[in-house]
């Protein structure tokens, strides 16, 4: 497997974990009251964005030869940061 593989397929890992965790976000924002049921959902919505703007950058990285995907990197690495700490903000908010 090259680096790259090995890279996508981290990335692939750490968008299905964004998945799960924003599931779970969803679940208690549909048993939560009306008032909270909003931040809920304009949250889980500013998320489902960012992942898309991340599965976007992993199909730039799939797509990109051998060469040039170490120059795609920094920048999906950035954006996979703002996610993460994103997702993490969220949880910490919602799950106390």
């Known amino acids: 497997m090259s680096m790259k593989e090995a ?11 964004w998945d799960a965790e924003i599931d779970k976000l969803k679940a208690k924002a549909n048993s939560a009251e009306a008032d909270l049921q909003l931040k809920y959902e304009k949250q889980i919505k ?8 991340a599965y976007k950058k992993l199909e730039e990285l799939k797509k990109a030869n051998e060469d040039a995907w170490e ?26």
């Open 7 to 17: 890279y996508e397929k981290k990335m692939q890992a750490k968008l299905d974990e």
């Open 46 to 53: 500013e998320l489902k964005a960012m992942q898309e703007t």
């Open 71 to 96: 120059d795609l990197k920094a920048g999906i690495e950035n954006t996979w940061d703002t996610i993460d700490t994103s997702v993490k903000s969220a949880f910490s908010r919602f799950f106390k």
